[in-house]
């Protein structure tokens, strides 16, 4: 799996997810409006050029600076209070991990 950086296309109904990405849906970006998900490593189908293609190190980056600047918050049934950038690089680690990216 790779990762990517995309927007959510209008469509008649509405905001949606775009149909090249296979698992979308990840860490919004409340700044530029962007999310985070994955695509086959070696799609049938075209991508947009203009979509930006992450390497895991890349999206550590992302969410680090993203916590920067607003933090990211523990999930409610562990806590009420925001993660530390350790937790949120072992966030994003794991979540490579579990989601096979190359």
């Known amino acids: ?11 008649e109904n509405g905001l949606m997810t775009p ?4 698992d979308g849906g990840y860490w919004h ?3 530029d409006h962007t999310y985070i998900g994955l695509v086959q490593n070696n799609p049938d189908y075209h991508i947009p050029s203009t979509v930006n293609r ?5 999206l550590e980056a992302r969410q680090v600076a993203i916590h920067s ?3 990211i918050w523990k999930p409610a049934l562990e806590s009420t209070s925001a993660m530390t950038e ?17």
């Open 1 to 11: 799996m790779k990762i990517l950086e995309y927007m959510l296309d209008a469509t």
């Open 19 to 22: 149909a090249w990405v296979a």
């Open 29 to 31: 970006n409340i700044t």
């Open 54 to 58: 992450l390497t895991a190190a890349q």
């Open 69 to 71: 600047a607003t933090p």
């Open 86 to 102: 350790a937790e949120v690089r072992a966030t994003v680690q794991s979540w490579v991990t579990d989601k096979g990216v190359d």
